[in-house]
């Protein structure tokens, strides 16, 4: 099973300032054949379900604000939120779809306003 | 649009089952593959099983294997997982959610909001 490991579990940011979020497989996603990362980012605010946010490691899904954004390829990944918002205040979790089943997740990282 | 509704989540012994339904609509139900994930109280993600659009195939996690089984009835847009010999390390939230199937990989595009399972004496 591939492993997923984000980092940090928790940091605060202040509003407007930039949050990055980083995520680390345990073998690569990347499938050459398609010049595919096969990792997407999904968020969860308090008391809600997780939400798609992004697919294909840098791929924002329909209505995703753009001050989110994914980066990396192979093992190393990032999610950065560019100007944090109030709403922004979440659980982020990095997924791969490379090899499945099982699905895997990241342990997930909280974002918090400082 | 998408809604996904699960409900059957209660309080249940250990040893115990349970069968925990998803309501969808807002989609052609039978075109989809569907899954359950689950989450531990403060804890994060894990996948739990997955059945393909027309139930030909499932898969489980080693977790819920040979434990849990995954169904679904394609004329009610229902969606099921049967829980038997719960254990307290089963206590979550349970969500249902549907595939976003892309080249070679899919991944949940829509969730529900999830149904709680409380396993204890």
């Known amino acids: 099973d591939i492993v997923m490991t984000q980092s940090p579990d928790s940091l605060a940011v202040s509003l407007g300032e930039r949050a990055t979020i980083h995520c680390k497989s345990s073998?690569?996603?990347?499938?050459?054949?398609?010049?595919?990362?096969?990792l997407a980012w999904y968020q969860q605010r308090p008391r809600q379900p997780p939400k798609l946010l992004i697919y294909?490691?840098?791929t924002r899904e329909s209505g995703v604000p753009d001050r989110f954004s994914g980066s990396g390829s192979g093992t190393d990944f990032t999610l950065t939120i560019s100007s944090l918002q109030a709403e922004d205040v979440a659980v982020y979790y990095c997924?791969?779809?490379?090899?499945?089943?099982?699905?895997?997740f990241g342990q997930g990282t909280k974002v918090e306003i400082k | 649009q998408v809604q996904l509704v699960e409900s059957g989540g209660s309080v249940v012994q250990p040893g115990g089952s349970l069968r925990l339904s998803c309501a969808a609509s807002?989609?052609?139900?039978?075109?989809?593959?569907m899954h359950w994930v689950r989450q531990a109280p403060g804890k994060g993600l894990e996948w739990v099983a997955f059945?393909?659009?027309?139930?030909?195939?499932?898969y489980y996690a080693d977790s819920v294997k040979g434990r849990f089984t995954i169904s679904r009835d394609n004329s009610k847009n229902t969606l099921y997982v049967q829980m038997n010999s719960l254990r307290p390390e089963d206590t979550a939230v349970y969500y249902c959610?549907?595939?976003?199937?892309?080249?070679?990989?899919?991944?949940?595009?829509?969730w529900g909001q999830g149904t709680l399972v409380t396993v204890s004496s």
């Open positions: 059945i393909r659009f027309d139930g030909s195939n499932e």
């Open positions: 807002g989609f052609t139900f039978s075109s989809y593959g």
């Open positions: 294909w490691a840098s």
């Open positions: 959610a549907k595939q976003r199937q892309l080249l070679r990989g899919s991944l949940f595009d829509d």
């Open positions: 073998q690569s996603v990347f499938y050459s054949s398609n010049n595919k990362n096969y």
């Open positions: 997924q791969q779809y490379y090899s499945t089943p099982p699905w895997t």
